[in-house]
């Protein structure tokens, strides 16, 4: 594995890489997030009211905004790699809320809708690729299959 910079990290065995940002709180629930390649400009998430202004998405709509992007990007590359004369795409995402047994606000569901413009010609190769594409989204199986998500929190007690 190449070196990527600085904070890359050598792959163990079945891992092909990472990706790493930081975030730092600005006032009450907002937030800069700051991605690890210094081009990427940063991003402000913040909560809804009443806990925060509302002034920026918050981690919710990230997530809806990282399956659609996944979802649309591999229906792309899968058409373009088809040879197929594909429009701009348009896709919506809808995540639906919920409480859980503990009363606890969870991501029930999401549904993408996605909208290929393409050619009537191109409707074999359309079929093709939606036989394919999801299986190739990083984003959406890993949600589907669930994420090992370890959390420390660092204390001044160590």
Known sequence: MANAGPQ???ASAGDHGRVRISMDQI???EFRVRFDKDHYPDLLMD??????????????????????????????FCMRKARADLGALHT???VRLARNE??????????????PRHAPADQARLER??????DFC?????????????VRVRTAAG
């Open 8 to 10: 890359s990290e050598k």
């Open 27 to 29: 006032r009450d629930y």
């Open 47 to 76: 909560e809804p009211a009443p806990l925060g202004k509302d002034t920026a998405p918050n981690a919710a709509r990230i997530l809806a905004a990282a399956i659609g992007n996944c979802l649309s990007a591999s229906l792309l």
């Open 92 to 94: 919506e995402v809808t």
């Open 102 to 115: 503990q009363g606890r606000l969870r991501i029930a569901g999401v549904e993408v809708e996605i909208d």
């Open 129 to 134: 690729c939606l036989e394919l594409f999801e």
């Open 138 to 150: 990083v984003v959406t199986q890993s949600v589907r299959q669930g994420i090992d998500v370890q």
